[in-house]
């Protein structure tokens, strides 16, 4: 470790040395000019419109809510039925149902996995425990996404694109139900014990088994692209990029490459974790999701107690406005339930099948275990820490308390900015200026918690576009530090270059993953039902 802290401190100093010296060069506007253009391209083409009613909709969206739907009614409403279920899995209830039994494994044809029908012990398989690959995936879902993509959504959709978001939320307990079922069931296994899983094998194995091979491997490469994509915008840059709003704010500093400055020194935070692998990002995130989402809730809790008079209003508020929007720029219901809906599908990236790729590395011998465990992430993410980050914001723009002075308007100025008593606020920083009015001290508070919610994203975000560029590449470990190196980069990029071209980018290569994974999803609908009765039947009667 420490070899590994004096490497980065030496290849990072340089660059900060730089960075000083070009202050007046504008190192954070010429990143952003830069990375502008490619960011507009992608958005362009991953959110391309049908057009419904007189509105433009993204058909990636009307795929999304569609299919969560489809997977709700398919499944039974798991993600209510199951819900309890999903707790006592993740608290160990059923720990005794997962010990050495001997049985005929699942089928799969494709190269370099198990051959058919051969015999193996199942729960002998995998890297981490049901609570961690939980927490792993919590930290690549529960991110700023829930602080600033909150803040975003109602800058621009107004109170009502809450509403939609927990719509959203509860369905999409549904699908992450069906994609971690089927990453279990589809990895692949090492000699050595390391686990390879996610949608890029589920779709290639899966479609194999259905006669469609080379359908399946065309859509299992698409999805490995558009999850490297993902893992450099959306788990990486957008964190970067919402980590360097706070410092910067909370620092007071104002130089042109300030961001770029940050960014460096985040990228040597990330790098040292993300050398150990699943099983040191796992035990990192075990001891710091939990702590820094609990500090967060409580916080929240704390600002909606000392104003629980306001707190009908909110939520009225926002079953008014989800149905009436008034917000400048909505328009109509469709425009604050697309708002709502975006933001929520970037949050907890149901659908996406990014989590799959670290619920695949769990030990346990019933793949649908692991996929019942999934079906709470869109809870914590959407339906719990969303709504109450969005509850502080509106109820901040009630006033408050304390009164505040002039807040902002809802709708914005059309980019998700805001001015609050005369300073343009964006994203964290709309949360952040909630926060301090009830909170003395608060900003220190947040800043800490956007950084670390941005540095636990980020990590679970390599490990998964890594397991993508492993899928196309190879093992080795050149293959491995080619993509760190292009990750760590991108964490630099992030923090230096606007909101808006960093989140344009992100929510492009989120979606694009929608596509190929959806593809995998409908076609093995039946396999997630078959294990789904295999483990109920197990746990039936278990006390």
């Given at each position: 470790m420490k070899k590994h802290l004096l490497f980065a401190l030496a290849f990072v100093l340089p660059f900060l040395t730089i960075a000083q010296e070009a202050q007046e060069m504008g190192i954070d506007q010429k990143i952003d000019n830069f990375f502008k253009p490619i960011s507009d391209f992608f958005s362009a083409i991953v959110f391309f419109t049908l057009s419904i009613g007189g509105m433009d909709i993204p058909f990636v969206l009307i795929l999304l809510v569609g299919s969560a739907l489809f997977f709700t009614i398919y499944f039974k409403f798991p993600n209510i039925l199951h819900f309890f279920t999903a707790i006592n899995v993740v608290r160990g209830k059923y720990d005794d149902v997962d010990h050495p039994v001997v049985?005929?494994?699942?089928?799969?044809?494709t190269p370099g996995g198990d051959s058919i029908e051969t015999i193996r012990d199942e729960s002998e398989e995998g890297e981490v425990s049901h609570f961690q690959a939980l927490a792993t995936a919590v930290s690549g879902t529960v991110g700023n996404g829930n602080i600033a993509g909150v803040a975003l959504a109602i800058a621009l959709g107004g109170p009502g694109a809450t509403f939609w978001m927990v719509i959203c939320g509860l369905l999409g307990m549904s699908t992450k139900f069906v994609e971690c079922t089927l990453g279990v069931q589809y990895r692949?296994?090492?000699?050595?014990?390391t686990v390879y899983g996610g949608p890029m094998y589920y779709i290639s194995k899966g479609l194999t088994e259905r006669g469609f091979?080379?359908?399946g491997k065309v859509a299992a490469v698409f999805f490995a692209v558009f999850c490297i994509g993902g893992s450099f915008g959306g788990g990486n840059a957008a964190q970067s990029n919402q980590a360097t709003v706070v410092l910067k704010e909370l620092l007071g500093l104002e130089s042109s490459s300030a961001g770029a400055i940050i960014g460096l020194i985040l990228a040597v935070i990330v790098g040292v974790i993300i050398i150990g692998g699943i099983k040191r990002i796992a035990t990192v995130t075990e001891k710091v999701v939990p702590f820094m989402a609990l500090l967060y809730i409580l916080a929240c809790l704390y600002i909606l107690g000392s104003n629980f008079s306001l707190l009908d209003n909110a939520i009225a508020l926002i079953i008014t406005e989800a149905f009436n929007p008034t917000a400048i720029g909505v328009g109509s219901i469709?425009?604050?339930l697309l708002v709502g809906f975006k933001r929520a599908a970037f949050s907890n990236e149901a659908g996406a099948?990014?989590?799959s790729i670290a619920h695949s590395a769990v030990k346990t011998k019933y793949a649908a275990s692991e996929g019942l465990v999934a079906l709470l992430e869109p809870f914590i993410d959407t339906v719990v820490i969303c709504t109450m980050t969005a509850l502080v914001i509106i109820i901040f723009n009630f006033g408050g308390a304390e009164g505040a002075d002039a807040v902002f308007q809802y709708g914005g100025d059309g980019t998700g900015g805001v001015l609050i008593d005369g300073v343009r606020l964006e994203g964290a920083?709309?949360?952040s200026a909630a926060f301090a009015e009830y909170i003395p001290y608060s900003q220190v508070f947040l800043t800490i918690a956007v950084v670390l919610f941005a540095v636990s994203t980020m990590i679970s975000w390599?490990?998964?576009?890594?397991?993508s560029w492993k899928f196309l590449f190879g093992r080795g470990r050149k293959a491995d530090l080619t993509y760190k190196f292009l990750f760590l980069l991108f964490v630099v990029i992030g923090a230096a270059a606007s909101m808006k071209s960093i989140w344009n980018f992100s929510d492009a290569m989120i979606f694009a993953m929608v596509f190929p994974n959806m593809i995998g999803l409908y076609f093995l609908t039946p396999v997630v039902r078959k294990q789904l009765k295999r483990y109920l039947a197990a746990i039936k009667g278990v006390k």
């Open positions: 049985e005929p494994a699942y089928g799969d044809v692949d296994v090492d000699k050595d014990g091979a080379t359908l469709i425009g604050v099948g990014s989590a920083g709309i949360t390599s490990y998964y576009g890594l397991q």
